[in-house]
């Protein structure tokens, strides 16, 4: 998985939850919120879409907590919510488009702090798929709920359908 690609939206969420410090081991209650905020990415052409693609943090309010944790402390499940409007743009034509993110999912980390699966909730969220990925090359805005993305050991991204819709950015942007 590449520093650039855990950069994107709630995919950067997940990353920055897996670096959250979790509640004693063995917690049964939540953890406290805690403020989160995404960063923008930039990838080259190829890499999700036909073109060079990059996102910009528009307007950003989510929060993060524990909900379950590893025996030594370390987040096994989080949960992220809130307010989070992302700018895409084909850097080749500079057409734009901004997206509502807002949503409620979680994340699942390994032991290692690594990403296993993230879920929709409500709302939305957006994942990158590299061209080994079953629905890649692409990258996908998810509205609705029960919607999932599993990321393997080899670093393989498989996305579960749920209810509501599913754009490609790529489509979107390209033309």
């Given at each position: 998985?590449?520093?650039?690609?855990?950069?994107?939206?709630?995919?950067?969420?997940?990353?920055?939850?897996?670096?959250?410090?979790?509640?004693?081991?063995?917690?049964?209650?939540?953890?406290?919120w805690?403020?989160?905020?995404?960063?923008?990415?930039?990838?080259?052409?190829?890499?999700?879409?036909?073109?060079?693609?990059?996102s910009?943090?528009?307007?950003?309010?989510?929060?993060?907590?524990?909900?379950?944790?590893?025996?030594?402390?370390?987040?096994?499940?989080?949960?992220?919510v809130?307010?989070?409007?992302?700018?895409?743009?084909?850097?080749?034509?500079?057409q734009?488009?901004?997206?509502?993110?807002?949503?409620?999912?979680?994340?699942?980390?390994?032991?290692d702090?690594?990403?296993?699966?993230?879920?929709?909730?409500?709302?939305?969220?957006?994942?990158?798929?590299?061209?080994?990925?079953?629905?890649?090359?692409?990258?996908?805005?998810?509205?609705?709920?029960?919607?999932?993305?599993?990321?393997?050991?080899?670093?393989?991204?498989?996305?579960?359908?749920?209810?509501?819709?599913?754009?490609?950015i790529?489509?979107?942007?390209?033309?």
């Amino acid at each position: 998985m590449t520093r650039w690609t855990l950069r994107t939206t709630l995919l950067g969420i997940a990353l920055a939850a897996a670096m959250v410090a979790a509640p004693a081991a063995g917690a049964t209650a939540p953890g406290p919120w805690q403020e989160y905020r995404s960063a923008g990415f930039s990838v080259p052409a190829g890499a999700r879409c036909p073109f060079a693609l990059s996102s910009t943090v528009v307007d950003d309010h989510e929060r993060i907590r524990t909900l379950e944790t590893y025996p030594d402390g370390n987040p096994r499940t989080q949960q992220v919510v809130g307010q989070l409007v992302v700018r895409y743009t084909n850097e080749d034509t500079q057409q734009s488009v901004r997206r509502n993110l807002t949503g409620n999912a979680l994340v699942e980390l390994r032991p290692d702090r690594s990403l296993s699966r993230m879920s929709l909730q409500g709302g939305h969220f957006a994942v990158g798929f590299r061209e080994r990925d079953p629905a890649g090359p692409a990258f996908l805005v998810f509205t609705g709920a029960g919607h999932s993305v599993s990321f393997a050991d080899d670093g393989t991204r498989t996305a579960t359908y749920g209810e509501g819709g599913v754009e490609n950015i790529c489509d979107t942007l390209a033309g």
